[in-house]
């Protein structure tokens, strides 16, 4: 699947904290059909092979509703499971090795914290960057964050889009105004609420209002 910014609009990020009464498939079921527009499959303590059959299951979920599977640092699972990108973080394989065992035709996405790394980034490969913590996260408490301006600065850096992430809800996206970003990257605001399908919707409307066009 061919990379466009649209698909950064509301990027839904899974984690199995939020199951229960609902299983993973079934949260992303409900999350796709309700307008995510990118998800991306995130398991840092699964088996391989568990984790190779789960990403095969949503693969399937995914070509359904035209939305691009993106497989959190695994490279191998990634390209297994034939998923449409990876996303790595500045602890894992820099973003130029992994875009050479990728290819040139499945997205990459790295996450940043600074311009410096942001422009590293982008000239290693990058279609696009994930920065945050822009708000408390309950997902990852030891998150460092960064500064509205911080993620200003961020986005003028480099030609490919931006996308938040950290505690960003339905009622904080707002904040994000002006700061450039194209997209919000969301794990609670989505999966962590009773009703998906309604935080989907209402998330969404309100980043319509924030992303750069």
Not at 55 to 78: F, S
Not at 175 to 188: A, E, K, N, P, Y
Not at 191 to 206: M, N, T, W, Y
């Amino acid at each position: 699947m061919k990379f466009h910014k649209d698909m950064l609009l509301l990027y839904a990020i899974t984690d199995q904290a939020y199951t229960g009464e609902k299983n993973l498939l079934q949260q992303i079921e409900e999350a796709l059909a309700s307008g995510v527009t990118c998800l991306q499959l995130r398991e840092k303590n699964m088996d391989k092979q568990d984790f190779l059959n789960e990403a095969m299951a949503v693969r399937k979920r995914t070509r359904q509703y035209g939305v691009p599977l993106i497989i959190n640092d695994d490279v191998e699972i990634a390209i297994a499971c034939n998923a449409d990108g990876v996303h790595v973080g500045q602890e894992d394989l820099t973003a130029g090795e992994v875009r050479r065992r990728i290819g040139p035709d499945r997205i990459l996405g790295v996450t940043v914290k600074t311009a410096e790394q942001a422009v590293k980034a982008w000239k290693d490969g990058a279609d696009y960057l994930g920065c945050g913590a822009v708000f408390p996260s309950p997902t990852k408490k030891n998150a460092i964050a960064i500064t509205m301006d911080q993620l200003s600065a961020i986005c003028r850096s480099v030609p490919i889009p931006v996308t938040a992430i950290g505690g960003i809800t339905y009622e904080n996206v707002s904040l994000l105004q002006g700061t450039g970003i194209g997209g919000v990257s969301v794990i609670s605001g989505i999966f962590g609420q009773s009703d998906i399908p309604a935080a989907v919707r209402a998330l969404k409307e309100e980043v319509r209002k924030v992303v750069v066009s």
